[in-house]
């Protein structure tokens, strides 16, 4: 127990003493938007399987929402990387403004940064709103339906209440403006990422081209989804 409790406070103090500086905070945030990244990639993988198979996505969404690794390990640290990373750029955001003594007599936009990059904060509050939708939709019932009314297990719902969630023009109309700032957002942020971290050589246009492939593709296939399922309603 104590060794547990050692690498834990050892974690904590690593963690502190990354987001000191400037250059730690943004390295840290860097590493949390490629973590999220991540999740988004698996997340839409699963999302994808609805438009193609109805039963292979119950039955996915049925390990994924009833695994203890997914539900008491994985699932905190997904809230905590998100909840870290925003609030990091707010952080980031808020000493940059600071910093700014001397403001710019003649700023041309974009050319000296590009839109996308001078509005990420933007940008990240319209992804992080989505992100509470998306969790009033889907999470909260998720929670009542296991730990507050224990219902039975019925591994064949996760299609119809998907469905169901895209029945609204108004919520349908919401994920896809959310999806597209989150493909601007994107855009910056994820080839920005590598250059946080250090990743600066031969590969470092593939990257850009991967990541810039990602962030419209991606986005997109959210889009679609939605749209597939609010069509296929009716």
């Given at each position: 127990m104590l060794g547990l409790y050692t690498v834990i406070l050892n974690h904590k103090l690593k963690l502190m003493t990354l987001t000191a500086s400037s250059i730690g905070r943004k390295v840290a945030m860097a590493l949390s938007g490629i973590f999220l990244v991540l999740f988004l990639t698996q997340h839409f993988s699963i999302n994808l399987l609805s438009v193609f198979?109805?039963?292979l996505f119950n039955?996915?969404?049925?390990?994924?929402?009833?695994?203890?690794?997914?539900?008491?390990?994985?699932?905190?640290?997904?809230?905590?990387?998100?909840?870290?990373?925003?609030?990091?750029?707010?952080?980031?955001?808020?000493?940059?403004?600071?910093?700014?003594?001397?403001?710019y007599s003649n700023y041309k936009g974009s050319a000296n940064a590009s839109w996308m990059s001078r509005n990420m904060i933007y940008s990240g509050i319209v992804i992080l709103s989505f992100l509470g939708l998306h969790f009033y939709d889907f999470w909260v019932p998720e929670m009542?339906?296991?730990?507050?009314?224990?219902?039975?297990?019925?591994?064949?719902?996760?299609?119809?209440?998907?469905?169901?969630?895209?029945?609204?023009?108004?919520?349908?109309?919401?994920?896809?403006?959310?999806?597209?700032?989150?493909?601007?957002?994107?855009?910056?942020?994820f080839s920005s990422s590598f250059?946080?971290?250090?990743?600066?050589?031969?590969?470092?246009k593939s990257i850009k081209t991967f990541t810039k492939a990602f962030s419209i593709i991606v986005p997109l296939g959210f889009v679609f989804i939605a749209l597939f399922h609010h069509l296929n309603a009716f």
């Open positions: 198979s109805e039963s039955e996915v969404s049925h390990f994924m929402g009833n695994n203890p690794l997914v539900q008491f390990v994985l699932q905190p640290v997904l809230i905590f990387g998100v909840l870290f990373h925003f609030i990091m750029g707010f952080i980031l955001e808020f000493q940059n403004a600071k910093s700014r003594t001397v403001k009542k339906y296991k730990y507050v009314e224990v219902l039975p297990l019925n591994p064949d719902r996760y299609f119809e209440e998907l469905v169901h969630k895209f029945e609204s023009p108004v919520r349908v109309g919401l994920y896809v403006l959310s999806f597209v700032f989150l493909s601007l957002h994107l855009l910056h942020g250059q946080s971290v250090g990743v600066n050589n031969k590969y470092s």
